[in-house]
């Protein structure tokens, strides 16, 4: 078994910066938060554990989202047909607000939430990484290992489908 590495203060720093960003990645790609927390923890721990394989000079957060997105695919394919999702109204902090604009607000997130969970999980991977990290398109491409053009094809076809969903749910209202 590998011993974590100890990483450098900036490194450690850098790690520590990027937990919030990961945990938002993470909740993108398994629409749970209690999920997403397992991924951020074992993403970090695979990321300390393989600090020696990360190219200094090269986009660190790239890296992790990497680890990140490989070890919930993995996680997958090994829960294949126990894996649930939570709430997701249980996402937003609600206590202590009140009114119809925090209403409202639950409403759409919950709205958006949903058409982004209805999308196939390659372009959800891509709206997460483009729309939601804003990374760019070559930097999307680099992490999924895809084609630029494929990654910016995955996501016009999921704005379409978002567009398409979001119209059709404001129609039902």
Same mark, same amino acid.
């Given at each position: 078994?590998n011993?974590?590495m100890?990483? &450098?203060?900036?490194t ?26 397992d $991924? ?6 695979k @990321?300390?554990?393989?600090?020696n ?5 090269t986009?660190?957060d790239?890296?992790?989202?990497r680890? @990140? ?5 993995? &996680? ?9 999702h939570?709430?997701i109204?249980?996402?937003l ?6 009114? $119809? ?12 939430r ?12 891509? $709206?997460a ?7 760019s ?12 053009g494929? $990654?910016?094809?995955?996501l ?18």
């Open positions: 078994m011993r974590p100890t990483p &450098d203060e900036t450690r720093q850098a790690l520590i910066a990027l937990i919030p960003r990961l945990r938002r990645f993470a909740r993108v790609l398994t629409g749970s938060i209690a999920d997403a927390d $991924v951020v923890q074992a993403s970090l721990e @990321a300390m554990l393989n600090l394989q990360w190219q200094p000079g986009r660190l790239a890296w992790v989202f680890i @990140a997105r490989n070890h919930w695919v993995d &996680d997958r394919r090994r829960a294949h047909n126990r894996m649930g939570d709430d109204g249980e996402m902090d609600l206590a202590g607000d009140d009114g $119809v604009a925090v209403v409202e607000a639950s409403a759409e997130a919950r709205m958006v949903a058409a982004v969970d209805g999308l196939p999980p390659e372009q959800r991977d891509v $709206v990484l483009v729309m939601l990290e804003e990374l398109y070559r930097e999307a491409a680099d992490l999924l290992g895809l084609p630029i494929t $990654v910016m094809s995955r016009s076809r999921a704005k379409a489908a978002l567009a398409k969903r979001m119209t059709e749910e404001r129609a039902v209202q």
